[in-house]
């Protein structure tokens, strides 16, 4: 008599945890909570018998039974991927219309957006351009790519990336200075601030390890993209997100004056109202998407 298979979720949990050793961050992939990861763990050590990670401090290592288990599953999960995807390809054509900020989907997605369609020629992304969060039940909206606390109920979230802060300013702001400037220089600049995450420079500072930086000018703005924009303008230093500036680093409106970064309570996610048969469209969209910011 053959041996049951292992419940596939135990399995998926595994595999994905062994991948990136780290529950936390299995979770993130799979769209569950780190306690889901851990039980699903534990049923699936007790089911085969086995110890499959020593569990740290701070880490998790895989035991050594359990590291060809892991490369084996992970093949298998590719092939099985790979044979839905090539099943179902036809499934991937339409239109789906996205909500996104225009500020954020000017500088990031939109100089991108050909790459996702040459993937998917049969797919088509209209972005639906609004500052406001636009419920997604009432819109003709599918989804929308949102910047916060993932705090939406009712709603299915993907997470594209962490906000992790830097300060940039304008070529011509620091001519003539040698870069990366110290972080007693940066605090004598005038610094831009969202006013909707106020309080972040003196934590820059205190990240740099200067604790008292001092009489600081800052001037506040109404959100992040203004914050930018005053930026490239010369008018001060800003402290963005890595991603929103990449593009003026890259052009040469934008230059990083010291390589600290601290991390923000928000992070980008891509959402849709909460349904047991999500659209195909939309998760190839959200993972072509996580996929450029995976760095």
């Not at 969060?133 to 790519?145: K, M, T, Y």
């Not at 972080?183 to 831009?192: F, K, N």
């Not at 500036?245 to 601290?262: C, K, M, Q, T, Y």
Request: a negative charge.
């Amino acid at each position: 008599m053959s041996r049951r298979l292992p419940n596939l979720n135990q399995l998926r949990a595994f595999e994905a945890a062994a991948r990136h050793l780290s529950f936390k961050d299995a979770a993130e992939e799979l769209n569950v909570t780190h306690a889901a990861v851990s039980h699903q763990i534990k049923a699936l050590e007790a089911d085969l018998g086995l110890k499959l990670f020593h569990r740290l401090t701070r880490k998790v290592e895989l035991t050594d039974q359990a590291r060809n288990l892991a490369e084996r599953l992970s093949r298998a999960f590719a092939e099985i991927r790979a044979a839905t995807e090539a099943a179902t390809a036809q499934d991937l054509i339409g239109e789906i219309r996205i909500s996104m900020a225009p500020y954020f989907a000017n500088r990031v997605i939109l100089p991108h957006l050909k790459e996702f369609h040459d993937l998917h020629p049969g797919l088509r992304v209209v972005p639906e351009m609004a500052s406001r969060v636009i419920d997604l039940r009432g819109s003709d909206c599918d989804a929308a790519v949102r910047y916060g606390t993932g705090d939406w109920p009712g709603m299915t979230l993907i997470k594209l990336y962490e906000d992790w802060l830097s300060a940039v300013a304008a070529p011509s702001l620091v001519a003539g200075r040698k870069l990366p400037l110290a972080i007693e220089e940066i605090a004598q600049m005038v610094l831009g601030e969202n006013a909707l995450m106020p309080g972040k420079w003196p934590e820059y500072f205190a990240a740099g390890g200067l604790a008292d930086p001092g009489s600081l000018t800052v001037v506040a703005y109404p959100d992040r993209a203004r914050v930018n924009d005053m930026a490239i303008s010369g008018a001060g230093v800003a402290l963005v997100d890595r991603h929103l500036f990449a593009s003026d680093v890259e052009a040469g409106r934008l230059v990083r004056l010291n390589p600290l970064e601290i991390p923000s309570e928000k992070s980008m996610y891509v959402v849709f109202p909460e349904t047991d048969y999500p659209d195909r469209r939309v998760l190839a969209f959200a993972d072509w998407l996580r996929g450029r910011f995976s760095d």
